[in-house]
């Protein structure tokens, strides 16, 4: 009886010293944490390594790796929190807490495995699918992010805010361009719509997205982050960049962006070059109305000097003036990232003086309507867009000219492998035209500051800046492929200065002819030329510097052109 | 009778105001008042409000002075700077720092006048002294991320700027990671100005955005499109523990030497992505509106002379709360 008794007591006793010395190891860990908190990593290390050798946990594994990381030994904190998946395969926080650790030594591939492996084990893990998700989206990535968190049916948003403001807090033209709703889940093709009628309204030189977990599960704040455009002043730093801009386009510029709030941009440009002299201005509103609406009402003066006896059928054809005013009025909608319609009206005053020929010479008024439309098609690894614009001009319409036109293109990007860093890039164009052209109406293949049909190996101008020894045509058909390979990419911190850009090297490829039927130029030929050159790369636009030349005549491009990303 | 004693009388009274013409004596008299802005609070970090003069002694350079002027400051207006970093690194925490600031401007004195004041590469008066909090919103609706962090040249301009406050009372709140880039002032300049100014600065130190709670998980900050593309960094073991510049990017040392020289406060602003809202910058914020209205105002004339060095000020009170006051003031003879 009584040594039952005792056997009963010492069982008891066994048990409490079981329980208190678990609550013990519990405790430890506990210090050990309440340590890492203070700071005191090294105090930390030494409870969570007792603790190790006498009662391994989990925990214990965890929160030591976890000290060696804070303590900057990444490879005992790697050993530690290895070891611990090894032993405890069923618990995905040490794949979370080793993505970051390699998050923190910028090995980004390392830490999307190691989140995989985590989702693996467990397939519901919030923590591992917000890091995986957080982490395409800061690369910007957000097709990927949104599939990530789309896993758990997100992420469905609580509240929209702009650069941490609550929304209705920000500039209107946000309000305006957002295309995801509260309660709802944020899909890609949303982000990607508010992005593009962002980047639209021209204020914004980037629009990023974050999004942010809230207390609720499930639930997330999603954060548009906007960098706005500085406006043009008589600062050190403006003046560099204008004396940049005039030594790069011997062109004067003065923008003003969102005039007193009202999201009203007047973009105004001058160049002054004896031979080519050119004057535009831009007017650029938001509409606040759904679809991304904007209206652009632009002006043009120019002043030119054309020489086109090198490429006209008839080489004594002397050099002679241009000058024409137009106003254009267009009204473009953004419906969907994908499409953009726009459609305006144009008025041109045309004057030409010297000895032409009577079919480019005495067309003085054109009055003509403009439709322009763009598809992406494909907007996955390959992306590739169409697009469409035609013109109407009746004399019932304010001209003295009945002719029509239009140009058909199609765009398309491949990237090539990703080590490679490089995309392939093609454009197939074409262009025709009816009844009779204004002289400014022809097609021009060639490269200037704005080309619209590039052909890199011709210039625009002569030495003496003397419009136009590019070949001329009624109608066209072009091939341009370009090869490019980032070198640098100086996304970090936009601000409204400097624009977020990409720096890449370029070879290109191009081939083209022109058609005439009204017989003033020469007649066709397969034009090919090829080069290279460097690019730079903001959100909207494309800055390039290029060394190209012609394979089948003598005539070379050295410059810079502009062009309009898609 | 009358008439000659009031005649000998003025005589004597013009000969000897004549005499004190002639030779003058000088008597100098120090008029320097000195304020300092005592902040008091007990062991839990509650702030004390209910103390009398009796309750503070106060030394200047080791030797007690008779308080000669003393408030508390619940209902005393004060004038206020808030200086904003906007440089790149800001990027991420501006909307954060600017939310917390709108909310913290509608809770203070109806009557305290607040100028804003940012700094990137160079310092812009984004809204002055006013006591209209619209025009203040609107300010800080209007700020934008430039390059540049002038730090110094800001808080320079910025206690330049306080002067023209309406109120005696008069402080800064400065929001920067405080690693300055291209000013022209340096941090003895600046340090100089805030020790002969009777300024509070508070430092609110913004760090970069870390993901999650460090406490709970391996630090790290998200990837960049550049910085994903530059592969992995040099490992190299280090010893633990918070250095003068903390891992995350802030120099909390020059923070804390300016709140330190005057009577204020130096704050980490944290922030994780995992971060729900704007909690911790309004904890603060609340913090320091609070203690702008807890804290007494003691004013004395210096026994001895300025001999245009710096003096240390030291103000002790009931042995269960702590003081926090200035450190000194620099002479100016």
Same mark, same amino acid.
């Given at each position: 009886?009584?040594?039952?008794?005792?056997?009963?007591?010492?069982?008891?006793?066994?048990?409490?010293?079981?329980?208190?010395?678990?609550?013990?190891?519990?405790?430890?860990?506990?210090? @050990?944490?309440?340590?890492?908190? %203070?700071? %005191?990593?090294?105090?930390?290390?030494?409870?969570? /390594?007792?603790?190790?050798?006498?009662?391994?946990?989990?925990?214990?594994?965890?929160?030591?790796?976890?000290?060696?990381?804070?303590?900057?030994?990444?490879?005992?904190?790697?050993?530690?929190?290895?070891?611990?998946?090894?032993?405890?395969?069923?618990?995905?926080?040490?794949?979370?807490?080793?993505?970051?650790?390699?998050?923190?030594?910028?090995?980004?591939?390392?830490?999307?495995?190691?989140?995989?492996?985590?989702?693996?084990?467990?397939?519901?893990?919030?923590?591992?699918?917000?890091?995986?998700?957080?982490?395409?989206?800061?690369?910007?990535?957000?097709?990927?992010?949104?599939?990530?968190?789309?896993?758990?049916?997100?992420?469905?948003?609580?509240?929209?805010?702009?650069?941490?403001?609550?929304?209705?807090?920000?500039?209107?033209?946000?309000?305006?361009?957002?295309?995801?709703?509260?309660?709802?889940?944020?899909?890609?093709?949303?982000?990607?719509?508010?992005?593009?009628?962002?980047?639209?309204?021209?204020?914004?030189?980037?629009?990023?997205?974050?999004?942010?977990?809230?207390?609720?599960?499930?639930?997330?704040?999603?954060?548009?982050?906007?960098?706005?455009?500085?406006?043009?002043?008589?600062?050190?730093?403006?003046?560099?960049?204008?004396?940049?801009?005039?030594?790069?386009?011997?062109?004067?510029?003065?923008?003003?962006?969102?005039?007193?709030?009202?999201?009203?941009?007047?973009?105004?440009?001058?160049?002054?070059?004896?031979?080519?002299?050119?004057?535009?201005?831009?007017?650029?509103?938001?509409?606040?109305?759904?679809?991304?609406?904007?209206?652009?009402?632009?002006?043009?003066?120019?002043?030119?000097?054309?020489?086109?006896?090198?490429?006209?059928?008839?080489?004594?054809?002397?050099?002679?003036?241009?000058?024409?005013?137009?106003?254009?009025?267009?009204?473009?909608?953004?419906?969907?990232?994908?499409?953009?319609?726009?459609?305006?009206?144009?008025?041109?005053?045309?004057?030409?003086?010297?000895?032409?020929?009577?079919?480019?010479?005495?067309?003085?008024?054109?009055?003509?309507?403009?439709?322009?439309?763009?598809?992406?098609?494909?907007?996955?690894?390959?992306?590739?867009?169409?697009?469409?614009?035609?013109?109407? @001009?009746?004399?019932?319409?304010?001209?003295?000219?009945?002719?029509?036109?239009?140009?058909?293109?199609?765009?398309?990007?491949?990237?090539?492998?990703?080590?490679?860093?490089?995309?392939?890039?093609?454009?197939?164009?074409?262009?025709? /035209?009816?009844?009779?052209?204004?002289?400014?109406?022809?097609?021009?293949?060639?490269?200037?500051?704005?080309?619209?049909?590039?052909?890199?190996?011709?210039?625009?101008?002569?030495?003496?800046?003397?419009?136009?020894?590019?070949?001329?045509?009624?109608?066209?058909?072009?091939? %341009? /492929?370009?090869?490019?390979?980032?070198?640098?990419?100086?996304?970090?911190?936009?601000?409204?200065?400097?624009?977020?850009?990409?720096?890449?090297?370029?070879?290109?490829?191009?081939?083209?002819?022109?058609?005439?039927?009204?017989?003033?130029?020469?007649?066709?030929?397969?034009?090919?030329?090829?080069?290279?050159?460097?690019?730079?790369?903001?959100?909207?636009?494309?800055?390039?510097?290029?060394?190209?030349?012609?394979?089948?005549?003598? @005539?070379?491009?050295?410059?810079?052109?502009?062009?309009?990303?898609? | 009778?009358?008439?000659?004693?009031?005649?000998?009388?003025?005589?004597?009274?013009?000969?000897?105001?004549?005499?004190?013409?002639?030779?003058?004596?000088?008597?100098?008299?120090?008029?320097?008042?000195?304020?300092?802005?005592?902040?008091?609070?007990?062991?839990?970090?509650?702030?004390?409000?209910?103390?009398?003069?009796?309750?503070?002694?106060?030394?200047?350079?080791?030797?007690?002075?008779?308080?000669?002027?003393?408030?508390?400051?619940?209902?005393?207006?004060?004038?206020?700077?808030?200086?904003?970093?906007?440089?790149? +690194?800001?990027?991420?925490?501006?909307?954060?720092?600017?939310?917390?600031?709108?909310?913290?401007?509608?809770?203070?004195?109806?009557?305290?006048?607040?100028?804003?004041?940012?700094?990137?590469?160079?310092?812009?008066?984004?809204?002055?002294?006013?006591?209209?909090?619209?025009?203040?919103?609107?300010?800080?609706?209007?700020?934008?991320?430039?390059?540049?962090?002038?730090?110094?040249?800001?808080?320079?301009?910025?206690?330049?700027?306080?002067?023209?406050?309406?109120?005696?009372?008069?402080?800064?709140?400065?929001?920067?990671?405080?690693?300055?880039?291209?000013?022209?002032?340096?941090?003895?300049?600046? =340090?100089?100005?805030?020790?002969?100014?009777?300024? =509070?600065?508070?430092?609110?130190?913004?760090?970069?955005?870390?993901?999650?709670?460090?406490?709970?998980?391996?630090?790290?900050?998200?990837?960049?499109?550049?910085?994903?593309?530059?592969?992995?960094?040099?490992?190299?073991?280090?010893?633990?523990?918070?250095?003068?510049?903390?891992?995350?990017?802030?120099?909390?040392?020059?923070?804390?030497?300016?709140?330190?020289?005057?009577?204020?406060?130096?704050?980490?602003?944290?922030?994780?992505?995992?971060?729900?809202?704007? +909690?911790?910058?309004?904890?603060?914020?609340?913090?320091?509106?609070?203690?702008?209205?807890?804290?007494?105002?003691?004013?004395?004339?210096?026994?001895?002379?300025?001999?245009?060095?710096?003096?240390?000020?030291?103000?002790?009170?009931?042995?269960?709360?702590?003081?926090?006051?200035?450190?000194?003031?620099?002479?100016?003879?």
């Amino acid at each position: 009886m009584n040594s039952n008794c005792s056997r009963r007591r010492a069982g008891h006793l066994f048990i409490l010293l079981l329980v208190v010395s678990v609550c013990s190891l519990y405790a430890q860990v506990d210090d @050990a944490r309440e340590a890492i908190r %203070n700071g %005191n990593y090294e105090h930390a290390i030494s409870l969570l /390594t007792a603790t190790l050798e006498r009662e391994p946990s989990a925990d214990a594994f965890l929160y030591l790796g976890i000290a060696y990381a804070h303590s900057k030994n990444h490879e005992r904190a790697e050993a530690t929190l290895q070891e611990g998946g090894a032993k405890y395969p069923e618990d995905p926080r040490f794949h979370n807490e080793l993505a970051g650790l390699y998050l923190s030594q910028n090995e980004v591939e390392k830490a999307r495995m190691s989140l995989n492996d985590a989702l693996r084990i467990g397939p519901d893990n919030v923590y591992a699918i917000d890091l995986l998700a957080n982490i395409e989206l800061a690369l910007r990535n957000e097709r990927a992010a949104l599939q990530t968190w789309s896993r758990k049916g997100g992420p469905m948003i609580s509240r929209i805010m702009n650069d941490g403001r609550f929304l209705e807090d920000s500039h209107w033209t946000i309000r305006r361009a957002v295309a995801f709703e509260t309660d709802k889940t944020l899909r890609y093709r949303q982000w990607r719509t508010t992005e593009r009628r962002l980047l639209e309204f021209g204020l914004y030189n980037d629009a990023r997205l974050e999004i942010r977990p809230t207390p609720t599960s499930g639930q997330y704040h999603a954060n548009i982050m906007t960098a706005f455009r500085k406006n043009t002043q008589l600062t050190p730093n403006d003046l560099v960049t204008q004396l940049l801009s005039w030594s790069l386009t011997r062109t004067f510029r003065l923008n003003r962006w969102d005039i007193g709030g009202s999201g009203l941009t007047v973009n105004g440009s001058f160049r002054p070059s004896s031979g080519r002299r050119r004057g535009e201005l831009r007017i650029l509103a938001p509409v606040p109305m759904a679809a991304g609406l904007v209206v652009e009402a632009s002006g043009l003066w120019r002043a030119e000097r054309w020489n086109v006896s090198e490429i006209a059928m008839d080489p004594s054809i002397a050099p002679f003036r241009f000058t024409s005013t137009g106003w254009r009025l267009m009204l473009k909608a953004i419906p969907d990232y994908r499409v953009e319609i726009a459609g305006g009206f144009e008025f041109t005053k045309r004057r030409t003086s010297g000895d032409l020929p009577e079919s480019l010479a005495n067309r003085s008024n054109s009055g003509k309507l403009l439709l322009e439309a763009s598809v992406l098609l494909t907007d996955r690894i390959h992306q590739s867009r169409i697009r469409a614009q035609t013109f109407v @001009a009746r004399k019932s319409i304010l001209g003295d000219l009945n002719y029509s036109g239009g140009t058909l293109e199609l765009n398309n990007r491949i990237p090539l492998p990703k080590a490679t860093r490089s995309t392939i890039e093609s454009t197939i164009k074409g262009g025709t /035209t009816r009844g009779p052209i204004p002289l400014d109406e022809y097609f021009v293949l060639g490269a200037d500051l704005h080309s619209s049909n590039l052909m890199r190996g011709y210039t625009a101008f002569d030495k003496k800046h003397r419009y136009n020894t590019t070949p001329m045509g009624t109608h066209f058909l072009l091939v %341009n /492929t370009t090869v490019d390979r980032e070198l640098r990419d100086l996304r970090e911190n936009p601000s409204s200065f400097f624009p977020p850009l990409i720096v890449k090297a370029e070879a290109f490829l191009d081939g083209g002819k022109v058609f005439d039927r009204t017989g003033i130029f020469r007649k066709p030929e397969l034009l090919v030329s090829a080069g290279a050159g460097l690019r730079f790369e903001t959100r909207q636009h494309a800055l390039h510097f290029v060394l190209g030349r012609s394979l089948r005549h003598n @005539a070379s491009f050295t410059g810079v052109y502009i062009e309009k990303r898609w | 009778m009358r008439r000659l004693l009031f005649t000998i009388v003025s005589v004597i009274a013009t000969l000897g105001w004549m005499r004190a013409a002639q030779n003058p004596q000088t008597l100098r008299v120090d008029v320097r008042l000195v304020n300092v802005v005592a902040t008091v609070a007990d062991s839990k970090g509650t702030f004390v409000s209910s103390l009398t003069a009796d309750d503070f002694t106060l030394y200047e350079d080791g030797v007690a002075q008779k308080i000669a002027h003393f408030t508390q400051d619940r209902d005393v207006p004060v004038s206020v700077g808030i200086v904003l970093d906007t440089s790149g +690194s800001m990027t991420s925490r501006i909307g954060s720092a600017t939310a917390g600031i709108t909310r913290f401007i509608e809770s203070i004195h109806a009557d305290d006048d607040v100028f804003i004041m940012t700094f990137a590469r160079n310092v812009s008066l984004v809204q002055d002294f006013t006591s209209d909090r619209r025009k203040l919103s609107r300010a800080l609706g209007s700020i934008r991320i430039e390059g540049g962090t002038a730090f110094y040249d800001g808080v320079r301009h910025a206690l330049e700027k306080i002067k023209e406050g309406r109120h005696d009372k008069k402080a800064i709140l400065v929001f920067s990671d405080a690693m300055d880039m291209g000013s022209k002032a340096t941090l003895e300049d600046v =340090l100089l100005n805030v020790r002969r100014s009777e300024v =509070l600065v508070y430092g609110l130190g913004t760090d970069q955005t870390t993901y999650a709670d460090t406490s709970e998980h391996v630090p790290f900050t998200l990837p960049t499109p550049a910085s994903a593309g530059r592969g992995p960094r040099n490992t190299r073991p280090a010893a633990g523990g918070r250095g003068a510049v903390a891992s995350n990017g802030v120099n909390l040392k020059v923070l804390n030497q300016l709140s330190t020289s005057s009577g204020g406060q130096e704050f980490l602003l944290s922030g994780t992505v995992m971060d729900t809202g704007f +909690s911790r910058i309004d904890a603060i914020l609340a913090q320091i509106a609070d203690e702008m209205r807890s804290q007494y105002t003691l004013g004395y004339y210096p026994s001895a002379p300025d001999n245009g060095q710096f003096h240390s000020i030291r103000v002790v009170t009931r042995p269960e709360y702590r003081v926090r006051t200035r450190a000194g003031y620099q002479g100016r003879e």
